[in-house]
């Protein structure tokens, strides 16, 4: 689909894609996370963290962003020294649906700051300027009340709760569903 990585400057970050051989920033960045994290997501194994699994999953995400099928999103500090929090626009569908998820996750020493609402702030109106997308979904275990509130202060609608939905730290999870609607489409 395209080539171009973007570069997107805010106030407290520099938003991109990491290239192969900036794979240890990620590696750090899982690594110091890796219990933080763990209530929010699927098991890992410790093979998942090994700086060569690091090094594949970051091609990986390089080679799904020119494709158009994903977005693996990266916010720096300003010194380009460290991620501060991570952001994924996953599943990317073209065509009448032009939809994705949206996956998140922010480093725990810098939880609180804003950051991560920053960093979704400026990553949403990409997807919806620059590609077009109508529709973007963000689903979260029921008693992460973080990712309530900020999700609906970035403008996401409550669809729903599904039962069961993501096995996530060893056993199934209920979450709520939620959406955010390009402001640039109006329903006809």
């Known amino acids: 689909m395209t080539e171009f990585i973007p570069e997107l400057i805010t106030k407290n970050l520099i938003i991109t894609i990491l290239e ?7 590696a750090t960045y ?3 996370n890796r ?8 098991l890992r194994a410790d093979e998942y963290f090994t ?3 690091v090094r594949k999953r970051v091609a990986l995400n390089l080679d799904n962003f020119k494709s158009g099928s994903s977005i693996a999103f990266v916010a720096l500090d300003k010194k380009r020294t460290k991620i501060i929090c991570c952001c994924n ?3 990317i569908v073209q065509g009448v649906f032009q939809a994705c998820h949206l996956g998140y996750s922010v480093n725990m020493a810098d939880q609180g700051k804003g950051l991560m609402f920053e960093m979704l702030q400026a990553s949403l109106e990409y997807v919806f ?5 109508h529709r973007v979904m963000a689903n979260y275990i029921t008693s992460n009340i973080r990712s309530d509130r900020l999700l609906a202060r970035l403008g996401f609608e409550k669809e729903g709760v599904a039962k069961s939905y993501l096995k996530i730290a060893g056993s199934w999870q209920d979450h709520v569903l939620t959406s955010k609607i390009n402001p640039n489409h109006v329903a006809m």
Do not use: I, T
């Open 20 to 26: 192969p051989k900036d794979y240890q920033l990620l």
């Open 35 to 42: 219990v933080h994290l763990a209530k929010w997501e699927p």
């Open 129 to 133: 300027s620059q590609r077009e997308l």
């Open 51 to 53: 700086g060569e699994a």
């Open 89 to 91: 626009y996953s599943n």
């Open 30 to 32: 899982e690594r110091a």
